[in-house]
């Protein structure tokens, strides 16, 4: 039975479809094998479009972590035909308006804070509080260099289906018996990374697996040497959450050879702005992609 959140999380899409505040996705695909892991590439047009919105003609620079025009934010007065609704008493879903695939929400915050400032219980509230009902994948992109393309402090969720991104294939390569809360690497992985064991995914408690998520955050925080600087905010890094794991990384930089790689990429899904970028991916080798934006293990 389709759960209320997801009724109204359709009825938006469908609505904002219906009036061009959202476009239907476009996408083709392949499928590359990489270390016996799979990895979708897909081309996705509504990306281009995300980054001619980013790239204004006429404006030279950029700002950290965020568009190029600093006065322009699109989570604190969220768009209507785009707003689902509140999530907890923090943060509100938002349909992503350059969606990766259908029902792509943002979990903003309600109040401004840093993109790069840590993770609170809270944002794994928001997190959990969609996952237990729902599954499918939370992700946050920590800056710039680990693909997020805006300052106002987000996570995001991506619903569960064979096309998307998720911790499914790498998780069966972690050991089985692994503890709730012990932090290990992946022998596929060729980066510094964590992967944990939390409580996420569906019919968990909410509470409960917002303090299992924080909980191997800041673990995984220590162990990558992720600590805040004077201002308050982490390096650039990735995290992935859903099906019982969570997968920490930090971040080098944005693009592999144009190719702009963020935390869904780590999740098995690469998206390209250009059908051409698939041959960058298929020459280089996913796993060797990944690796060149990430940090040395």
């Not at 290990?184 to 409960?208: K, S, T």
């Not at 693009?255 to 390209?272: E, K």
Request: charged share 15%; net charge negative; proline share 8%.
């Amino acid at each position: 039975m389709e759960s209320t959140f997801m009724r109204a999380v359709r009825d938006r899409t469908d609505a904002a479809i219906a009036s061009g505040d959202l476009q239907p996705i476009q996408a083709d695909q392949v499928v590359l094998q990489d270390r016996g892991l799979s990895f979708i590439v897909r081309w996705v047009a509504a990306l281009a479009a995300k980054d001619a919105a980013r790239n204004p003609v006429g404006v030279a620079t950029t700002l950290p972590g965020g568009p190029r025009d600093p006065s322009f934010n699109p989570f604190l007065n969220p768009d209507p035909a785009l707003l689902v609704g509140p999530v907890g008493d923090h943060h509100v879903a938002i349909l992503n308006k350059f969606p990766v695939c259908l029902h792509h929400l943002v979990l903003a915050r309600r109040v401004f804070a840093e993109q790069c400032s840590p993770l609170e219980q809270v944002d794994f509230q928001a997190l959990s509080a969609v996952l237990s009902v729902e599954g499918g994948l939370g992700f946050y992109n920590g800056g710039a260099a680990a693909g997020a393309s805006q300052r106002h402090k987000h996570v995001q969720w991506i619903p569960a289906s064979d096309q998307n991104a998720s911790l499914r294939a790498l998780g069966a390569g972690m050991p089985a018996d692994l503890p709730q809360g012990a932090i290990a690497r992946h022998p596929a992985l060729p980066l510094a990374h964590c992967f944990a064991r939390v409580a996420a995914g569906l019919g968990e408690d909410v509470q409960a697996s917002a303090r299992s998520m924080l909980t191997a955050f800041n673990q995984a925080c220590i162990a990558l040497g992720l600590r805040p600087d004077a201002d308050g905010l982490l390096p650039p890094c990735n995290l992935l959450a859903g099906d019982g794991w969570m997968l920490v990384l930090p971040r080098s930089q944005e693009h592999f050879q144009g190719v702009s790689l963020n935390a869904l990429s780590f999740g098995g899904t690469i998206y390209v702005r250009d059908p051409a970028q698939i041959d960058a991916i298929r020459a280089a080798g996913p796993l060797q992609a990944l690796a060149s934006v990430g940090v040395p293990a």
